[in-house]
């Protein structure tokens, strides 16, 4: 075999090895962006329904805050809010929903999502997977009026799961 012709094949190779390396680093790289501005927006979202939780119920005397009251102002507050991707959920703080937007959902409670808030770390968020789902709930304490509630948000992320996998699928399907 002549010099040019084992050249040509050793760079054949290396050049499909590197393409190889970089096409999956680069759908690796375009799933984390996906993730993370999920995250982030999950995030915003829960501290949105937080914040105005605790305006609108911070507003209200003692006496007036009770499951009935709280029920009409989340329902008030939820209008503003993203109900068409999030299910929004409330709980006491004995556990007990107060209020769901979309029935009674998996409560995160069972879970070690509410073991991981504090007075520092008020926020946490999980993913959660159940067959080929994936939920991203945040969670987050609230205290208002000298009751503690907690507050949930959920999210159903797998799209973008769906998406990594297509794209691998393709990037694949072109490679070899």
Do not use: H
């Not at 012709?5 to 375009?30: N, P």
């Not at 503003?80 to 998996?106: H, M, P, W």
């Not at 987050?140 to 297509?166: F, H, M, N, Q």
């Amino acid at each position: 075999m002549k010099f040019f012709w084992k050249i040509f094949f050793s760079f054949t190779a290396l050049l499909t090895i590197i393409f190889s390396i970089f096409g999956m680093w680069a759908v690796s790289q375009s799933f984390n962006s996906s993730f993370e501005q999920e995250i982030e927006e999950g995030n915003r979202e829960n501290r949105m329904f937080q914040y105005a939780f605790e305006m609108n119920v911070g507003t209200l005397p003692v006496s007036y805050q009770r499951d009935e009251i709280l029920l009409q102002m989340v329902k008030g507050i939820l209008t503003n809010l993203n109900q068409s991707e999030y299910v929004y959920t409330i709980f006491d703080e004995i556990g007990r929903t107060v209020y769901c937007s979309k029935g009674a959902g998996e409560s995160m409670l069972a879970n070690e999502l509410l073991g991981r808030l504090t007075v520092d770390k008020p926020c946490a968020y999980e993913i959660v997977t159940s067959g080929e789902e994936y939920v991203l709930y945040f969670m987050c304490r609230s205290k208002v009026g000298g009751e503690v509630y907690y507050l949930e948000t959920a999210k159903d992320i797998t799209p973008i799961y769906e998406a990594r996998e297509d794209f691998y699928g393709a990037y694949r399907a072109i490679m070899f």
